[in-house]
């Protein structure tokens, strides 16, 4: 299965800031699908965070609104997550997905990142 590349990931303090990067590579164009990041806390499901629909609309779980930012660079074909304030529950491992994405809780991605972790800590 082709799967997308992230990056970024790290252990931070409350307040501080991260941005997620993830990598189509040569099997798909952000820049002409839908995309979005996803993210599992321990002994949580996996939830939608910000997602861009196939209409180019952004839309924001309501627990990051205001703090996150998703952006893609379609030169780079490079889908990012610019996170700030962070929080301790923002830990958990983040997931970036392209193309089957409706909406935050309606998708079925065809292609898939291996995750990269989170860790907020006070």
């Known amino acids: 299965q082709v799967t997308l590349v992230e990056s970024g990931g790290d252990s931070v303090r409350t307040g501080e800031s991260l941005t997620l990067a993830c990598e189509g590579g040569?099997?798909?164009?952000?820049?002409?699908?839908?995309v979005g990041w996803f993210r599992q806390a321990p002994g949580k499901e996996r939830e939608g965070v910000a997602v861009?629909?196939?209409?180019?609309?952004?839309n924001y779980a309501v627990s990051v609104k205001d703090r996150f930012t998703i952006s893609r660079d379609n030169a780079k074909n490079t889908l990012y997550l610019k996170m700030n304030n962070l929080k301790s529950e923002d830990t958990g491992m983040y997931y970036c997905a392209a193309v089957g994405i409706d909406s935050l809780r309606s998708y079925k991605p065809h292609f898939w990142g291996q995750g990269t972790q989170v860790t907020v800590s006070s």
């Open positions: 861009i629909d196939s209409g180019g609309a952004p």
């Open positions: 040569s099997y798909v164009s952000f820049g002409y699908v839908s």
